[in-house]
């Protein structure tokens, strides 16, 4: 598991610099998996804050970049209490969620110019899984 775990720095690039799968998809239960899982959401949500933020909904894109802060800062602290020898330091967690925010963007940019609509791609499917997380997340933290 700790193997595991130190890798997680190491593999998230590699990991999001392929295409994004749905979410729903994974299934495999980790410590390891549920920081990445949670970047991702964290990267999910600072990525709607960008298209509210585009659409002039100000007040939600506000509300979408306070939750990705939440479960970006929430990832971290996570990495960190797993391992002896934390290899994750807050830049480097910074990083792979600003990597998979990106691709969120890519996502949503190919599938408004596939189909007019920017949530038709991975975005669209990862949204039911991330407002659980969140809401989840939230309701322990008492947010």
């Known amino acids: 598991f700790m193997k595991k775990l130190l890798l997680l720095p190491f593999l998230i690039p590699n990991l999001v610099m392929a295409e994004l799968k749905p979410l729903s998809s994974n299934t495999e239960d980790s410590d390891a ?9 964290a990267a999910f949500f600072l990525a709607a804050e960008w ?7 100000t007040d939600i894109a506000k509300s979408m970049k306070n939750k990705g802060i939440i479960l970006g800062n929430l990832a971290y602290e996570v ?6 020898t ?25 599938a408004r110019a596939s189909t007019g ?22 309701s322990h933290l008492n947010l």
Do not use: W
Not at 52 to 57: D, L, R, Y
Not at 117 to 138: Q, R
């Open 33 to 41: 998996m549920f920081i990445y899982r949670t970047q991702r959401c």
């Open 51 to 57: 298209l509210f933020e585009i659409s002039n909904k």
């Open 79 to 84: 990495a960190k209490s797993k391992t002896d």
């Open 86 to 110: 934390a290899k994750i330091t807050p830049e480097s967690n910074a990083e792979g969620v600003m990597r998979i925010y990106n691709l969120y963007i890519n996502d949503m940019q190919s």
């Open 117 to 138: 609509n920017y949530t038709d791609g991975v975005v669209g499917s990862d949204t039911p899984f991330c407002n659980s997380t969140y809401d989840e997340i939230a």
